[in-house]
Nanobody, 121 residues
Framework: VQLQASGGGLVQAGGTLKLSCAVSGRTFSNYVMGWFRQAPGKEREFVAVDTWNGRSRYYEDSVKGRFTTSRDNAGNTVYLQMNSLKPEDTAVYFC???????????????WGQGTQVTVSS
């Protein structure tokens, strides 16, 4: 199973980025897909989660109304649209695949390599 995250970069505050995570090696539509991030010196934290059919989504409070996760089951890809970015959103962003609709990193069994998002003030 492989997860390949992409789409990170450098953006000014207030800008937008769209992250993608392509999954191979498992039946994508059977699994929950989560997004996490990790800033330097901090623990990995939950950002968003999307159920297998995309009907339920849950977001960390600080990104609600700004970030949107979606998935394309036919294309085995999950997305994280990030709007109104803030400097505190700067982190390495990871996608993850698991069985449980959860905010806990330990509930996900496969992870992407991470993509850097840097928001300048």
């Amino acid at each position: 199973v492989q997860l390949q995250a992409s789409g990170g970069g450098l953006v000014q505050a207030g800008g937008t980025l769209k992250l993608s995570c392509a999954v191979s090696g498992r039946t994508f539509s059977n699994y929950v897909m989560g997004w996490f991030r990790q800033a330097p010196g901090k623990e990995r934290e939950f950002v968003a989660v999307d159920t297998w059919n995309g009907r339920s989504r849950y977001y960390e409070d600080s990104v609600k109304g700004r970030f949107t996760t979606s998935r394309d089951n036919a294309g085995n890809t999950v997305y994280l649209q990030m709007n109104s970015l803030k400097p505190e959103d700067t982190a390495v962003y990871f996608c993850a695949s698991g069985f449980r609709f959860s905010w806990r990193p330990s509930d996900y069994d496969y992870w992407g390599q991470g993509t850097q998002v840097t928001v300048s003030s």
